[in-house]
């Protein structure tokens, strides 16, 4: 098969992949099938281990195995072989030496920004982030001394007048970003001397955007999302530098974020399936979003793949299609917006987004409890909705939709 996914996706970077079943040379396709198979023996299904504690071989091994990281064997909240296998299929994806799996998404950005910075360091965030991850910055940081600037995620110079020299520790990136799917020209803030570049790649997922490759220093996962797929683990995870990954790991450790054995195990069995998923899902969602650009019941369509996206050629560059999500303005405000999302019977009402199912979320429901103000500042019209593309025909979507946006005309 052709490279379809339109880009050297092998992870250029200077590090090789893990290997724990699968061959740097391999696109992603096949390392996605074949990685993270080091504890399952000659099983072809991902093996489950629950257990919470192993037999140490001998009293003297004690110290060195609580002092290795990420030792698989011990105790769980240092490692288990489920999180480990599941950490080299993402590590092998990405074109990084490590992975470190969480509990969650958040367990992934809080303990790695609390990893790696300090009271009195300097963190340069972008405004328009998930929102759990603006709170953290915007509230818990400071409370901690951790001083935080946040930029327009557009406008790479602003990272770059926003670095303290010496003070800066990291850098935030989260690209593509709610609500209107905007960019961060990732290339641009990682060549930034000095700070971590950490990237929130969740709604990319590794089949559309490798931020290693491109020079960040970690790249982060909710793989809550799309890299489990299926809407049945709560999971997070990052990539980079084994050194760098260790380094979040001692944190980690003291935080409890370990992810579960059995999310681990279902992000591992979503993994195998991740590239048929996401190549569907971009395609259906490309299709939707054409059919909806012009469409006299929607007014805007926020949709990387799109050529009226104020940032396509940064898509173009960064990206090896538009992805599995875009947010549309419903023509006629919050009530119609309510209407569209009501009438819809394919598309389903639920938050989360990367999963089977086609999901739509209004922002400005969500957000009801935000002034009127600190919604315009995060984007958030009243009649936005997203929409996660699931799998689904495309066919069946689209005439969802229309009958919906017709309903919410009337
Ligand atoms: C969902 C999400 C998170 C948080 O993940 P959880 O697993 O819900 O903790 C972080 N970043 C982005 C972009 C997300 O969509």
Redesign the pocket.
């Known amino acids: 098969m052709d490279d379809d996914i339109g880009r050297d996706d092998t992870g250029s970077g200077d590090t090789a992949p893990a290997d724990a079943g699968a061959t740097p040379e391999w696109r992603l396709e096949t390392r996605a099938v074949r990685a993270g198979r080091t504890f399952g023996g000659p099983s072809l299904a991902p093996v489950l281990f629950p257990s919470t504690t192993y037999e140490v071989p001998a009293i003297d091994d004690h110290l060195e195995m609580a002092s290795t990281p990420r030792v698989t064997h011990y105790y769980s909240r240092f490692g288990s072989p489920t999180a480990r296998d599941f950490e080299e299929a993402v590590a092998a994806l990405e074109g990084a030496e490590a992975a470190l799996a969480f509990?969650?998404?958040?367990?992934?950005?809080t303990t790695t920004v609390l990893g790696l910075c300090s009271t009195g360091d300097h963190v340069v965030a972008q405004r328009h982030?998930?929102s759990?991850?603006s709170s953290f910055f915007g509230a818990h940081c400071p409370r901690l001394g951790i001083d935080v600037t946040f930029v327009d995620g557009t406008d790479a110079q602003q990272f770059v007048d926003a670095v303290r020299h010496g003070r800066t520790q990291l850098v935030f990136v989260?690209t593509p970003?709610?609500p209107a799917l905007t960019l961060t020209d990732i290339e641009a803030v990682a060549a930034i001397p000095g700070p971590f570049t950490v990237v929130?790649s969740?709604?990319a997922t590794p089949v559309v955007q490798q931020p290693l490759a491109l020079g960040a220093d970690l790249v982060?996962?909710?793989?809550?999302?799309g890299i489990a797929g299926h809407n049945d683990a709560?999971?997070?995870v990052i990539a980079g530098s084994r050194d760098l990954i260790d380094a979040v790991w001692g944190w980690h450790l003291m935080h409890g974020a370990q992810a579960s054995p059995f999310d681990a195990w279902n992000g591992l069995r979503g993994i195998r399936t991740l590239a048929a998923r996401v190549h569907q899902q971009s395609a259906t969602a490309q299709r939707l979003a054409e059919h909806l650009s012009g469409h006299p019941g929607v007014d805007v369509v926020n949709y990387p793949g799109l050529d009226s996206h104020p940032q396509r050629d940064l898509a173009k560059r960064q990206m090896a299609s538009g992805g599995t999500v875009m947010s549309i303005e419903v023509a006629g405000g919050a009530e119609a917006a309510k209407r569209f999302c009501g009438a819809c019977r394919v598309a389903r009402i639920a938050?989360?987004?990367?999963g089977p199912e086609t999901l739509l979320s209004h922002a400005a429901t969500i957000a009801a409890l935000m002034s009127p103000g600190e919604r315009a500042d995060l984007g958030i019209t009243d009649g936005l909705v997203r929409i996660s593309v699931g799998l689904e025909h495309p066919d069946d979507l689209i005439a969802d939709v229309d009958q919906a946006l017709g309903a919410a005309s009337g």
């Open positions: 509990a969650s998404g958040m367990a992934a950005v982030t998930f759990a991850t989260e970003a709610n929130d969740t709604f982060l996962h909710a793989a809550t999302k709560l999971l997070g938050i989360s987004l990367g």
